[in-house]
T-cell receptor, first 111, second 114 residues
Framework: KNQVEQSPQSLIILEGKNCTLQ??????????LRWYKQDTGRGPVSLTI?????NTKSNGRYTATLDADTKQSSLHITASQLSDSASYIC??????????FGGGTRLMVKP | DAGVIQSPRHEVTEMGQEVTLRCKPI?????LFWYRQTMMRGLELLIY????????DSGMPEDRFSAKMPNASFSTLKIQPSEPRDSAVYFC????????????FGQGTRLTVV
């Protein structure tokens, strides 16, 4: 069964600190992996996309990594800001256009 | 393009009533997805359409749920009769054929069944 597991479920950090969110998946075949950011009361918005051959991709203060061998991805947030407070969802695209969603990590950045 | 448009944004209804959620996908997108999001279960795929045809409805929880896509620019998700456990945020998303495509989400409809 295709699954995407994220950890931690929730995280509280102080403004300016770094943090790393984890995503493990069992989706097969694998097409790509996206990290989405979902602000409270809004729909998810894509941050980064990783394909099989990519190991690292950055989008501003967000850096995503992918290890296709171990089927793990991480999202690193550098110098966190209050606006980073949101849920971060790992989504893996498999066969066709099927998307498997992780449960998300709820991040709270405190001043 | 205004993005994926969902209506209403909020819906409060009494148990047993019929609820209809609406979605207008992004023009040119040929895939449309309906998701339900709760604190306990996260985002769950309910059903998706390709070129207006339902492809996979295995996520639809019960016969009380039905979805239609009469044309490329409109879809509905109906719950009849509604129950308190249906309370959730329902998202519609659209995308287009091609590798690595992003699913674009609407703002969601927050449904509360009392």
């Amino acid at each position: 069964k295709n699954q995407v597991e994220q950890s931690p479920q929730s995280l509280i950090i102080l403004e300016g600190k770094n943090c790393t969110l984890q995503c493990n998946y069992t989706v097969s075949p694998f097409s790509n992996l996206r990290w989405y950011k979902q602000d409270t009361g809004r729909g998810p918005v894509s941050l980064t996309i990783m394909t099989f051959s990519e190991n690292t991709k950055s989008n501003g203060r967000y850096t995503a990594t992918l290890d296709a061998d171990t089927k793990q991805s991480s999202l690193h947030i550098t110098a966190s800001q209050l606006s980073d407070s949101a849920s971060y969802i790992c989504v893996v695209k498999g066969a066709g256009n099927m998307l498997t969603f992780g449960g998300g990590t709820r991040l709270m950045v405190k001043p | 393009d205004a993005g994926v448009i969902q209506s209403p944004r909020h819906e409060v209804t009494e148990m047993g009533q019929e609820v209809t959620l609406r979605c207008k996908p992004i023009s040119g997108h040929d895939y449309l997805f309906w998701y339900r999001q709760t604190m306990m279960r996260g985002l769950e795929l309910l059903i998706y359409f390709n070129n207006n045809v339902p492809i996979d409805d295995s996520g639809m929880p019960e016969d009380r749920f039905s979805a239609k896509m009469p044309n490329a620019s409109f879809s509905t998700l109906k719950i009849q009769p509604s129950e308190p456990r249906d309370s959730a945020v329902y998202f519609c998303a659209s995308t287009y054929r091609g590798g690595g495509t992003e699913a674009f989400f609407g703002q969601g409809t927050r449904l509360t069944v009392v």
